[in-house]
């Protein structure tokens, strides 16, 4: 299984709405990312767990919360989100310490999020 | 600091065409170069890579190799289809144990039949 499988693919939610996106992996990968992409533009990192802890937030709004709880899963909750915060979110995964051999993202098919 | 730089695109090519999409990069040390490809409606996926100087990553028929006297990783194709319609994405990841990776802007391709 090298899949990274995100859910769900489509969400609209109002500014005032709570929803969480979700990410799975099986791979083993001990490594789970975060970005935003925004139409015709590259991703941008948010957030990086490594070993379930949060090792990098790229100074997120707090309206953004993740959460890691265990190795396979990311969560993503979502609050009091603005118009502007739509956006493809990307989930990616990848090994830990193995050296540049292994070094690989691997990206999930994304959250496609409208904010109204 | 660290970054990409990508040629601008659109490029629309004819099918069997010859494709080249330009990559440099600014970075200390010695980073590790990718190209990453999104087809419409995905995320991205790992085209090819290469870890050091001189190396050539190579897949599905594109190759890119790592110039580190130019600072570059032209990514290149001899004959295209237009199954590879899609955006191409140079990056870097800086050194062993960060968990950034440095996209650049990002280059579409449109192959016409």
């Known amino acids: 299984d090298t899949e990274v499988t995100q859910t769900p693919k489509h969400l609209v939610m109002g500014m005032t709405n709570k929803k969480s996106l979700k990410c799975e992996q099986h791979?083993?990968?001990?490594?789970m990312y975060w970005y935003k992409q925004k139409a015709k533009k590259p991703p941008e990192l948010m957030f990086v767990?490594?070993?379930?802890?949060?090792?990098i937030n790229e100074s997120v709004p707090s309206r953004f919360s993740p959460e890691c709880p265990n190795s396979s899963l990311l969560n993503l909750h979502l609050h009091a989100l603005q118009p502007e915060d739509s956006a493809l979110y990307l989930c990616a995964s990848s090994q830990v310490g193995e050296g540049r051999t292994n070094e690989k993202l691997f990206f999930g098919s994304g959250t496609q999020l409208s904010v109204l | 600091g660290n970054s990409v730089t990508q040629m601008e695109g659109p490029v629309t090519l004819s099918e069997e065409a010859f494709l080249t999409i330009n990559c440099t990069y600014t970075a200390t040390g010695y980073p590790s170069l990718f190209w990453y490809v999104q087809y419409p409606g995905e995320g991205l996926q790992l085209l090819l890579k290469a870890t050091k100087a001189d190396d050539k990553g190579s897949n599905k028929g594109f190759e890119a190799t790592y110039r580190k006297e130019t600072t570059s990783f032209h990514l290149e194709k001899g004959s295209v289809q237009v199954s590879d319609s899609a955006v191409y994405f140079c990056a870097l990841k800086a050194a062993s144990g960060t968990y950034k990776y440095i996209f650049g802007t990002g280059t579409r391709l449109k192959v016409l039949a």
């Open positions: 791979m083993g990968h001990r490594a």
């Open positions: 767990y490594s070993y379930e802890k949060l090792s």
